[in-house]
Nanobody, 125 residues
Framework: QVQLVESGGGLVQAGASLNLSCEGL????????MGWLRQTPGKEREFVAA????????YYSDAVKGRFTISRDNVRKILYLQMNSLTPEDTASYYC??????????????????WGQGTQVTVSS
């Protein structure tokens, strides 16, 4: 069992940065591939980034590649998403997720075992 608690969202202007955190409560956090997804009202949840269990491999959507960085601290059991050069199109609720299994070839179909409650990011123009 893993409980995920996000923090770090907020209201910023375009071009600003935010760093999201997701604390994993549970002994098995370190064994999960982890990821960030986002959702805006009326749209499906969208893959943003993922990282394998030991942090050595990362994956990004084309929309955020080069601007966002996913990382994890397995000692503290925290997942991070550093977001730079934010644009209004990044406005969404951001969710961290623990994957039961993750496939780069099938990101949308990858199995998510646990979700966080979400944190709102709003970018004004």
């Amino acid at each position: 069992q893993v409980q995920l608690v996000e923090s770090g969202g907020g209201l910023v202007q375009a071009g600003a940065s935010l760093n999201l955190s997701c604390e994993g409560l549970g002994r098995t956090f370190n064994s999960y591939p982890m990821g960030w997804l986002r959702q805006t009202p009326g749209k499906e949840r969208e893959f943003v980034a993922a990282i394998n269990y030991n942090g050595e491999t990362t994956y990004y959507s084309d929309a955020v590649k080069g601007r966002f960085t996913i990382s994890r601290d397995n000692v503290r059991k925290i997942l991070y998403l550093q977001m730079n050069s934010l644009t209004p199109e990044d406005t969404a609720s951001y969710y961290c997720a623990a994957y039961g299994w993750f496939s780069d070839a099938n990101r949308a179909g990858s199995l998510i075992d646990y979700w966080g409650q979400g944190t709102q990011v709003t970018v004004s123009s």
